[in-house]
């Protein structure tokens, strides 16, 4: 999905239900901001996920969370991932849907995939690889469309 559909879906719903948009979210993101934690983790995001940092700034997204680069925030990356969990699972996690089981993507040669998968907390592994992309996954998961 390319990021203007995205942006006119989300706008669709906040004029529909705006309820869901309610919570605050967090600070956008900078370049900088993003760099920072791409260096601490060692990994290259994908475009998608850096985009709606900037635009969204994560935190609260309707039904669902996403991981943002604000330090004040409750859903600060850096305090809800640890580096160790993400190079022992090859895996780093940007949706939290709040029930132990958090959708992000695959991570090979330290550059994450562009495709979603979940990580299934009963399970303690990878369990459904989504073929769809961030923003599909945010339209599926947080907008319920």
Not at 25 to 44: N, V
Not at 98 to 126: P, Q, Y
């Amino acid at each position: 999905m390319e990021f203007v559909e995205f942006i006119n879906k989300v706008e669709s719903v906040k004029k529909s239900t705006p309820i869901l948009f309610e919570l605050d979210s967090d600070s956008i993101a900078s370049d900088l901001d993003l760099d920072k934690i791409e260096m601490y983790y060692g990994i290259k995001f994908p475009e998608s996920y850096k985009m709606f940092l900037k635009k969204y700034g994560g935190g609260y997204f309707a039904y669902t969370v996403v991981y943002s680069c604000d330090s004040n925030s409750n859903f600060y990356i850096l305090e809800r991932v640890s580096k160790d969990w993400v190079e022992k699972n090859n895996f780093f996690p940007v949706i939290d849907f709040e029930t132990g089981d958090l959708a992000g993507f695959k991570v090979r040669d330290k550059v994450c995939e562009n495709r979603m998968s979940v990580f299934d907390h009963d399970v303690g592994d990878i369990v459904v690889c989504k073929e769809c992309d961030f923003f599909e996954a945010l339209v599926e998961y947080g907008l319920k469309s």
